[in-house]
């Protein structure tokens, strides 16, 4: 009995001496500078020993990876999952422990913006438990500098894709929707899955990518409201600024002004027809026209919502007493036309005068059917973004009056 007992308190003690013993290391995640590390980067813990990650701004994780992927989640490891943190947090930094189990090397990096060029873990956003000391195989130098080459192969490849986006993408010819024109075709756009983090907010969006478009990350949560007259109180047939650059949740702001114009949805195609499905029903945004008198000063506003990077296309409707059209006129506006491609604005513009929006109307209605598969998609995606922003415009009804 005696030996047992003894034997019991022994147990006892070596278990409260391992307790006692544990340490915890606090592992800080980024911070308020935009800083892409883990500080300390390395460490070294016994098992029992808890590894607690400290989340600053503005938005990272502590994922699993293996020295041989450093950017690549191991396969059932652990995760912290996307932690974001307000600009303006001082304290209170989310947490997650990590207990150390025994003493095989740990690796971890952020996923932010994984398989990009901005990837943070290309970046040298990594840290290592346990790893082997600096001039062995599996050294915390020797893992970094992996990542590292990781990013900068990322950062190579898009570089690559955007210096050959004229000459990949847009390729080949073909003829307008109506008419005999000859236009550049239209691209094949790219299905791309990427991770998306503004503020405090982080999804993963998945958009057809046109190399040379906007980045896909919105300028906030909110968006901004870019503002564009239509018309003007001397007569003016434009748009102004008549073709701009929009990041998805932005809001093109249409402010009508004299005398009576539309904002009327379009393709590259057929710039001066409503956008139509290939079934030839009508799917493009329209606001319907909006009558200003000369001496108003207040002016009705219609709102359309970007959904994605994806190049929009509009016109004006109106035609005049003689029957020309605003649109041959070159009455036209584009969103997130890509410059640096034979499909720009220029060319939207200048098709759409060439065309003549008169001519435009009578041909449509007998080859609406060859509708460019741009248009299509666009108004299918557009659409419903649009009409939910229609309520934040102030609308007036009216009837269209040649003008």
């Known amino acids: 009995m005696f030996f047992s007992a003894a034997a019991a308190r022994l147990s006892f003690g070596l278990a409260l001496a391992s307790s006692v013993a544990a340490k915890v290391y606090d592992i800080q995640v980024g911070d308020a500078s935009g800083a892409l590390t883990y500080s300390p980067e390395a460490i070294f813990a016994n098992p029992g020993d808890q590894v607690v990650f400290h989340f600053h701004q503005k938005n990272h994780t502590a994922t699993q990876s293996s020295f041989a992927a450093p950017c690549s989640p191991l396969a059932g490891g652990l995760s ?40 943070h873990c290309g970046k040298g956003m990594v840290f290592a438990v346990n790893c082997g000391p600096d001039g062995s195989a599996n050294s915390f130098t020797s ?7 990781i990013g900068a192969q990322l950062q190579a490849s898009a570089a690559a894709a955007s ?21 550049p075709a239209e691209p094949t756009p790219v299905l791309t899955t990427e991770t998306v983090t503004v503020e405090t907010s982080s999804w993963v969006t998945v958009y057809s990518s046109y190399i040379g478009s906007p980045d896909p990350t919105p300028s906030s949560l909110a968006g901004n409201v870019i503002k564009v007259v239509v018309g003007g109180a001397n007569g003016e047939l434009t748009f102004s600024p008549d073709h ?19 904002a009327t949805q379009s393709s590259f195609a057929a710039p001066c027809v409503r956008l139509k499905d290939t079934s030839g029903n009508i799917v493009g945004l329209d606001s319907g026209f909006m009558p200003v008198a000369a001496d108003a000063t207040d002016f009705p506003v219609w709102n359309v919502t970007v959904n994605d990077t994806t190049p929009l296309w509009f016109y004006c409707r109106q035609h005049k007493p003689d029957g020309s059209s605003h649109c041959g006129d070159g009455m036209v506006f584009a969103v997130n036309a890509v410059e640096e491609s034979p499909r720009n604005f220029s060319a939207f513009k200048s098709l759409a005068q060439t065309l003549n929006g008169t001519a435009a109307a009578g041909s449509a209605s007998t080859n609406s059917s060859g509708s460019g598969s741009s248009g299509a998609g666009n108004g299918a995606g557009v659409g419903k973004a649009a009409s939910a922003a229609l309520s934040l415009g102030a609308f007036v009804a009216a009837a269209a009056v040649l003008l």
């Open 244 to 262: 701009v650059e929009a990041k998805p949740r932005d809001v093109i702001s249409f402010e009508f002004h004299q005398k009576n114009h539309t």
């Open 143 to 149: 893992f970094k500098q992996a990542a590292l080459q």
């Open 163 to 183: 210096s050959a986006a004229p000459a990949t993408q847009y390729t080949g010819y073909t003829t307008a929707e109506y008419g005999t024109a000859t236009i």
């Open 80 to 119: 912290s999952g996307f932690m974001p943190v307000p600009a303006n947090q001082t304290d209170n930094f989310p947490t997650w422990t990590v207990t150390v189990q025994d003493t095989k090397p740990l690796w971890f990096h952020c996923e932010q913006a994984a398989n990009t060029a901005a990837s």
